[in-house]
């Protein structure tokens, strides 16, 4: 987290701030949560889809901090092909943030990106 000289959060205490570290972790538990050593199954898609991103903004809204959250999830069959994901942003660089994590088992890669903007 980049921060001015002077301290400055626009408002925000230091405290009240992400730590990307932390963020990852709680990815990383939701994903394994979620999927655990299973295989790709086609038909597991959406579910586990969906409850990882809930799983990540539970984590995220546990933290009790003012920021407004928004979890991606992308899916992938392991099969020889890459698996490429882009973004663009433009928010206050001092507060708020992005951090994508990439899981992979021997079957599948999953790509979770998690937005957080100040309040």
């Given amino acids: 987290m980049s921060v001015e000289e002077d301290g400055n959060f626009d408002g925000l205490a230091e405290e009240d701030l992400i730590d ?8 990383r538990e939701a994903v394994t949560q979620v999927v655990g050593d ?4 086609h038909v597991k898609i959406d579910p586990w ?11 995220l809204a546990a933290l009790g901090k003012p920021f407004k ?3 991606t999830c992308n899916l992938t069959q392991k099969a020889g092909a890459g698996l490429h994901a882009a973004s663009c942003t433009r928010w206050c660089e001092k507060t708020d943030g ?4 990439q899981w992979e088992n021997q079957t ?11 309040i």
């Fill in 20 to 27: 990307d570290a932390e963020v990852d972790t709680m990815v």
């Fill in 38 to 41: 299973n295989a790709f199954t």
């Fill in 49 to 59: 889809a969906s409850n990882i991103v809930e799983g990540c903004l539970k984590r």
């Fill in 69 to 71: 959250y928004v979890v």
């Fill in 98 to 101: 992005k951090l994508s994590v």
């Fill in 108 to 118: 599948m890669i999953i790509l979770v990106s998690v937005y957080w903007l100040a």
